[in-house]
């Protein structure tokens, strides 16, 4: 629970534009950085992803992620720091623009899972989500945890749903998946990956 109100405490500060540090997000010298895109849900409904970075350098920025309505409204915000999320692994502690482009690439998500089609199946007998393994020495794999409140059948339903999913980096070895209906978001699970590198 800490962690939560503490990320949305930071995600709140962020993206209202002022610095997690104090002052205005635009102040000289820090590693300020923003990026956006829209995100077409139908023909007639269409989010934008937003994100933004603020820290004493870019190796020490705090950054945070929002999903927005069409009205400007935020729908999920999270953050995070940039040391500890694979998205931002080679942003040097200077480097504004790499970090741009970095944020750039954290809006758009994971491009192999863009529907809930595309997270494991849970098998009826099986106690959670199907696990690819990377290799046979392999102990972790691509496993899939559903969030909390999330059972076999919701998780089900939403996966047939096929609904509009973004699946955006939270950590060295997980993203997190967010999923948007008519109801509006849902936080389906965290997808986790092999560390890089792994046999």
């Known amino acids: 629970m800490l962690r939560i109100v503490r990320s949305a ?47 004493p350098d870019c190796t020490k920025a705090t950054v945070a992620i929002a999903i927005r309505d069409q009205s400007g409204d935020a729908l999920w915000t999270d953050a995070g720091s940039a040391g500890a999320i694979v998205t931002f692994k080679d942003v040097g502690a200077t480097n ?14 994971a491009p192999f899972m863009r529907q809930t089609d595309a997270i494991p199946d849970w098998p009826s007998d099986a106690p959670e989500p199907t696990t690819k393994l990377w290799s046979q020495n392999d102990k972790t794999g691509f496993r899939f945890v559903p969030a909390a409140g999330i059972d076999r059948a919701k998780y089900v339903a939403v996966r047939e749903a096929k609904l509009p999913l973004l699946c955006y980096g939270i950590a060295r070895d997980r993203l997190t998946c967010i999923a948007v209906s008519d109801d509006g978001v849902t936080k389906v699970g965290e997808q986790y990956f092999p560390p890089l590198g792994a046999p």
């Open 96 to 109: 504004v623009a790499v970090m741009k482009t970095a944020l750039d690439e954290w809006v758009r998500g």
């Open 9 to 55: 405490l930071i995600a709140t500060v962020v993206l209202s534009g002022w610095s997690v540090f104090g002052g205005p997000a635009q102040a000289v010298g820090r590693c300020n950085a923003r990026a956006s895109v829209p995100w077409e849900i139908t023909r007639d409904r269409t989010l934008t992803v937003e994100a933004f970075s603020d820290g």
